[in-house]
């Protein structure tokens, strides 16, 4: 049975970076799910027949990390179909041998709900936001705004909103360094290991 690490949170609360780091400590496989997201919302077209039609190529899209693409990746993912069109590749992704870490909104609620280990990534506003800024060369009021309003569509949603499992450990990385992060996180594998 291969080993599954659940990662959620809002946006740049830094649950990516310690996805990428626990995936290297473990040795197992890491998807950014929010890239299924942002490449089926940069499409256009009708987003159900772009959630099932995604291609690698689709994935690999250098304009997928702006913000833009984050607004129009929120705006799809609340509907249904899109979301259902998307699950069957998370399962497989998951089923990876030796382990597989996913990071995402809603992987320890709705798509890995026995996952081994669910963190759940937080960090202030304003720590989110001038972490964002920095990443994309852009204004730390602006991305405050901007990541707010995308928090609140994706956790007001009807269809697997964004919110801790109730297993999930809670790592708020506001005051931490991303090292610190990181050894707390591996720590928190090690328990369930
Ligand atoms: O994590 P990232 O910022 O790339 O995600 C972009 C958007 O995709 C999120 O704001 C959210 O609306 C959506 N998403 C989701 N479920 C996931 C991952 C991302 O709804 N598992």
Redesign the pocket.
């Known amino acids: 049975m291969p080993f599954i690490i659940a990662i959620?949170g809002?946006?740049?609360s830094g649950?990516?970076t310690i996805a990428r780091a626990l995936s290297q400590h473990f040795g197992f496989h890491h998807l950014?799910?929010?890239?299924?997201?942002?490449a089926t919302?940069a499409k256009g077209g009708d987003p159900v027949a772009a959630a099932r039609g995604l291609t690698p190529a689709d994935l690999a899209r250098p304009d997928?990390?702006s913000a833009e693409?984050?607004?129009a990746?929120?705006?799809?993912?609340?509907i249904p179909e899109v979301?259902a069109a998307?699950v069957a590749f998370?399962h497989r992704f998951a089923a990876q041998d030796p382990g597989a870490v996913?990071?995402?909104?809603?992987?320890g609620t709705?798509?890995c709900p026995d996952a081994e280990v669910k963190l759940y990534v937080v960090a202030s506003d304003e720590v989110r936001a001038a972490r964002r800024a920095a990443e994309l060369g852009a204004d730390p009021a602006q991305m405050l705004v901007e990541l707010r309003e995308?928090?609140q569509?994706?956790s007001q949603?009807a269809t697997?909103p964004?919110r801790p499992a109730d297993d999930a450990v809670v790592l708020d990385t506001s005051d931490l360094s991303i090292a610190d992060a990181i050894s707390r996180a591996i720590t928190a594998v090690d328990l369930a290991r």
Not at 32 to 38: I, P
Not at 73 to 78: H, L, P, V
């Open positions: 959620d809002p946006a740049a649950k990516g950014d799910t929010g890239l299924l997201y942002r919302g997928l990390r693409a984050g607004q990746a929120s705006r799809i993912a609340a979301r998307l998370q996913l990071d995402g909104r809603d992987i709705v798509i995308r928090d569509r994706d949603r697997a964004l």
